[in-house]
């Protein structure tokens, strides 16, 4: 005799057994989910860190060598830098605020689109011979190091936005292999001035990164709506 209190081990538990059932799903289903989040708020503050330095030294070394591939690299990454505050915040408070992200990240395209005219004017200047940068072996340090830690970010904020669902980190994910993208050029072009000679190299790789930007500004003014965690 089979007996009725016992759930079979194949198929739905029975009816005594439903409520107990569902408290033990959802309740790993919410431990997998705030550990997700423990890891993207990890993740985040890594990301933080590293655009911080990133970001400062990007600028800073461009100011002194006069780089316009440096300061294209470092303005992008001042401006992925808010963004990746924005994700954090988000998963720390678990609220949607879909009206100040919106106007948050319109500024964002709006400061995106003034760095590649300014941008754009220094290469020229730079190619017209007005201006001459300086070959940069620090600049060429901070972009390897970029080259290397941006990948990763990417995939691991990739593999997380999978499991919670999130866009705002699909998105956040994206702008990080850009990065990666922007660091692998501007290191090509300071490369070949530093180790060739080649000085129209550097803000060659700068207008060519400058696309790159002014299609990231034009998905921030365009404040797309996300599903967000």
Request: positive net charge; proline residues 4%; charged residues 15%.
């Amino acid at each position: 005799m089979v007996r009725e209190d016992v759930a079979p081990a194949v198929g739905p538990p029975p009816a005594g057994y439903t409520c107990v059932y569902h408290l033990a799903v959802t309740s790993i289903a919410g431990a997998a989910s705030e550990d997700s989040y423990r890891r993207i708020r990890q993740l985040q503050a890594i990301t933080i860190t590293w655009m911080i330095i990133e970001a400062i030294a990007s600028l800073w070394t461009a100011v002194r060598a006069r780089s316009p591939a440096l300061l294209a690299f470092g303005g992008d990454s001042t401006i992925e830098l808010l963004s990746a505050a924005v994700v954090l915040r988000r998963f720390q408070t678990h609220a949607f605020e879909e009206h100040s992200e919106r106007q948050a990240a319109r500024i964002a395209g709006v400061l995106l689109i003034i760095l590649t005219g300014y941008v754009l004017a220094i290469s020229a200047s730079t190619l017209l011979g007005y201006s001459q940068p300086k070959s940069s072996r620090t600049g060429i340090a901070i972009l390897a190091v970029a080259a290397l830690v941006m990948p990763w970010l990417a995939r691991e904020k990739r593999r997380l936005s999978s499991a919670t669902g999130s866009a705002a980190l699909r998105a956040d994910a994206a702008e990080s292999m850009l990065c990666a993208y922007l660091s692998i050029i501007a290191l090509l072009g300071l490369a070949a001035h530093a180790f060739f000679g080649i000085g129209w190299a550097d803000p060659v790789a700068a207008m060519t990164i400058t696309p790159f930007i002014v299609w990231e500004a034009w998905e921030a003014l365009r404040g797309k709506q996300c599903s967000c965690p």
